[in-house]
Structures are given as C-alpha cells and as structure tokens.
C-alpha cells in the first residue's frame, strides 16, 4: 500500500522515542492553514520595560535587583518550583498495606533558574541573529557543564568547556550542594503557552529525580539499540528523514529539523543533531553556532507561518547529569518544539474530549505540515511592517 494512502484515511502512528501511539484524521482538514486570516501583528512592546522583573537593572519579586547586563543574564527563579532544601521524607511500603500501594509519594529536590535571552525587553529568538542566539547556547553549555556529576563519562568534556567558555561577567551560576540527575531546559513563550512575562527568557529545573518524558525517551532508545546492533534510535531517523525528505523542514551540516513522523501538535519540529551528540558538552564552536542558527530557523519560520508572535513549548533532551556509560551513549542530543496554533494566530489545538479519555489526535499529517514550514522561510514578516 503506498504511503500517499495516509493523506486520505485515518490511521496511528507510533512514537518510538515515548513507545506510544497516536490517531490521525487528514481527511478532516484537507488544507489546514484555510481559514480566519488576520492582520500581521505588530510588536507593541518597549524596547524597555521599567516594570518587567527581567529587564536590566530592575527590581525582581523577591527584591533582588538585575545588574545592568548586555544578554543574557542567569539567575535562580524566585519562585522555584523545586528547592534544594526540604524536610525529609523516606515513605515506607509495603505490600500488605494497600495505602502504601496506592497512594505512593517520594520526594524531589533541585534548583531552578531563569536565563534571558537578551536584555532587549522587544525581542524574541526570531527577531535575533544566530550571532546574537550564541552566547544563549554558551551559557546554557557552561551550566550543563557545571552541574554534571564528578563521574559522569562527559566529565572531561565538562572540564573543557568550563575552561574555554568564560563565565558570564554579570554574574556566575553556582552549582548544587548537592548532585542532581537531571536538567530540562526550556522555554514557554507566548501567553497561550503560559508565560507571564514577555521578555524574552527560558527556564532550566534541576532535579534529584528523572523526569517522565525524558526517562521515556531514554528507555526506549536503550532498547532500540539493544535490540540493533548497538545503533541509534534517532542516528537511524535521521538517516531515513534525509532519505524520505517528505518531513524536512531545514538544515544546516550539524543538525536536521523535521515534522516529526510522530507529532501530535500540528506544527510541531524536532531539531536533532546529525552525529552522535550526547549533550551540550559535545558540541564543538562550529556546532554551536550551527545550533544557534538551526533555532533561529525554527522561531522565525514558525512567526511567518500566520504572521504572528507564534506561541510555543520548547526543550532539550539530552544526557542526564548523573548517569552510566550506557546511558550517557544512548542519548542522542535534541530539542522538542510544542505549538498549539492550527489554522491561523487564533486558531488553537486543544487537547480535549478523546484525546484525554482515549489516546492523542491531530488532523493535519506532519507532511502537510512541514510544507508549509518550509515555504516559511526569508526574511521575518514583521521587519517590512
């Protein structure tokens, strides 16, 4: 049966990288981006904002002041949804008592900061060049970097990149008292994704404990390359994406953006390193800039898309901080993007009804998709306005 089959019926799809499945619907939508069309939006805000808590030189929450920083500045969140410090909590179980059975809590402690993209309040990844893009991903390796375990089998690459990207001048990240498991990096923007605070910033939550998602993802590429030979679950997907073609968005030498085979939200990419990158760490100077460069591809096509400040998830997955040889070869460096929008700036995907009782669902296939995505590219709308 040929693949073009799938443009016309409804059928699942299966995500390798989570063991999951999903439905799809193409019938339903036969040209999705047909509908309510608006005005390309304008940005409206400030160049500074005397009462954002992330513009340089502010007062935040807490009190603590900003300094007076040029781009990014990195700080912990004044509202962590994590702490360092807690009371102790060593929960019994056992089996003969259904309470400790059923009603199972453990205790997670961590840090949580705060990073700005720049100390433009206006900005966003799509305005900015992959120059100005750089030193983001430079701090967000220097901080990867500083919280890995003494162990880990990246240590020495740690060791490296401590040495050889300087610490920001405006101020420095110190590490945990503690060894921690794992970081997520990530970033919400726009309001329909939650963020409360235009300027332009990221969030990364330490935690004692490895998360759902990534620990999916970790598992099922352990699996996939004992079940292969040793090879990669992604190294094989990038392979058979250059080969297909029908989900490329872009890419650069380094790394690849595709609609995945498996997305759930309509435009939703998957940028994933070429060769074997486990972290940050690995990166060399060339990669970086091509990283930063493949993000802002991302962010400006997606703002071209409906001529909008385009909404978003994104995060890196990558290897945990505290980890074994094994798994710190298993991972495979990439970065998620999550958005909701559908048919236009207010169209949204939701996820209700079936896809909270029964399993997720989407209309339009990621090959539609990332056609679209691909005829987004140039310069960004909102620069001729």
């Not at 990195?74 to 059923?102: G, M, R």
């Not at 099922?220 to 029908?246: P, S």
């Not at 595709?258 to 759930?264: D, F, K, R």
């Not at 940028?271 to 802002?296: G, P, S, W």
């Amino acid at each position: 049966m040929p693949d073009q089959v799938l443009d016309d019926i409804s059928h699942r799809r299966y995500n390798p990288l989570t063991g999951s499945w999903l439905l799809v619907s193409p019938h339903r939508t036969k040209r999705p981006w047909q509908g309510a069309q608006e005005s390309p939006s304008k940005n409206e805000l400030p160049d500074y904002d005397p009462k954002c808590y992330l513009c340089p030189g502010n007062q935040r929450a807490q009190g603590d002041s900003n300094p007076d920083y040029k781009n990014t500045f990195a700080f912990v969140n004044d509202y962590s949804a994590v702490k360092e410090e807690q009371q102790e909590y060593h929960p019994e179980t056992n089996k003969n008592d259904i309470a400790s059975l059923l009603l199972q809590a453990r205790p997670v402690t961590g840090r949580c900061y705060v990073l700005t993209f720049s100390a433009k309040h206006d900005t966003t990844l799509a305005d900015m060049t992959p120059q100005e893009i750089l030193p983001v991903i430079k701090t967000w390796t220097r901080i990867y970097a500083s919280h890995l375990s003494s162990s880990h089998p990246l240590a020495d690459q740690a060791e490296q990149v401590l040495a050889t990207i300087p610490p920001n001048p405006d101020g420095e990240i110190e590490p945990p008292k503690h060894q921690l498991k794992n970081m997520q990096i990530f970033e919400n923007k726009g309001a329909a994704m939650g963020c409360s605070n235009p300027h332009p910033h990221c969030q990364i939550w330490t935690t004692s404990t490895l998360p759902e998602e990534p620990g999916k993802e970790l598992t099922n590429m352990g699996k996939y390359r004992a079940d292969n030979d040793g090879r990669h679950l992604l190294g094989d997907y990038v392979k058979l994406e250059l080969q297909k073609e029908e989900r490329v968005v872009w890419q650069n030498d380094s790394f690849l953006v595709v609609c995945p085979w498996w997305a759930l939200w309509p435009f939703e990419v998957l940028i994933l390193a070429k060769r074997h990158v486990r972290a940050l760490v690995d990166l060399t100077d060339v990669e970086r800039l091509q990283f930063a460069e493949v993000v802002q591809e991302v962010a400006r096509r997606y703002d071209n898309l409906f001529e909008t400040n385009f909404p978003y998830s994104s995060g890196i997955h990558q290897a945990p901080l505290d980890c074994t040889e094994e798994e710190a070869e298993t991972s495979w460096f990439h970065m998620h993007f999550y958005p909701p929008l559908l048919r236009s700036a207010t169209v949204k995907k939701f996820l209700v009804g079936y896809e909270l009782m029964a399993e997720p669902q989407r209309d339009i296939t990621p090959e539609q998709a990332a056609a679209r995505l691909r005829g987004c590219g140039g310069e960004l709308y909102r620069r001729s306005l």
